[in-house]
């Protein structure tokens, strides 16, 4: 390939560090992927600019003119978009699974409109999870509300069987620590109880792999269901289990600026 060409690979500045962005960062903001998948695909040589195999994530482009992804041209980024879903359980928070379990986008297929970009899952819910999950077409804005560092709060209702009080619920504030695993501040509260049976709703900003389900079962309870009612500003509300809704531009841009 021709290096001379800027659209395409970026030339080196005046210090030796290219100018542009890596094209795992471009190809994710364009909602090609998120940057893992991207990383991914490039592994297996399935990215080009114009002819030549993309070998390295460390390639630096100041635009996605020429760039194909398995043959297809890569478009221009969409602005933004975000969507609630009401995820329901028995649905995996996957593309595809090769043993033919439903996930999320058999659901999706029938709950957006025909137009909808690409979407990605902001996070994952469990199979037997239920409740909102955000889903986006910009790999760049899902990243960065997935990080632990922005600290977004995701607020949970579970029903458990079991003892539990308050007090040892309120201990969560200063995390805890579960075979080798560290957790957070967790800030959690009793909603009601009938006999042994409780609501508790929990409050996290790590979003660590099945952190609600493993301190509550590491408390003694036993977790029969879990909803996620919201992901920062953006809650559950009244929508219908297996629908979704897109969530206003101005919103996001005001979540956007709020986040660190």
Known sequence: MNGSSTTKRARMSDNDRPEGDRIAKLLARAGVASRREIERMIEDRRIRIGDEVVTTPATFLTSLRGVTVDGKPVGKPERTRLFAFHKPT????????????????????????????????????????????????????????????????????????????????????????????????????????????????????????????RVLEHLGLEVSRLIRTAYGPFGLADLPRGAAQEIRKEDIERFRSSLK
């Open 90 to 213: 028995g649905l995996l928070t996957a593309e595809r699974d090769f043993s033919g379990r439903p996930t999320i986008y058999t659901a999706l297929r029938n709950a957006l409109p025909k137009d909808t970009p690409r979407l990605m899952p902001i996070g994952r819910l469990d199979l037997n999870t239920e409740g909102l999950l955000l889903m986006t077409n910009d790999g760049e804005f899902k990243r960065l509300l997935e990080l632990p560092s922005s600290e977004i709060p995701r607020t949970y209702r579970a029903r458990t069987f079991g003892d539990v009080s308050q007090a040892q619920l309120e201990d969560l504030m200063d995390g805890i620590e579960i075979e080798g695993v560290r957790y957070g501040t967790i800030d959690a509260n009793l909603e009601r109880r009938t006999g042994a049976n409780q609501w508790v709703e929990v409050t996290i900003t790590e979003g660590k792999n099945r952190e609600v389900r």
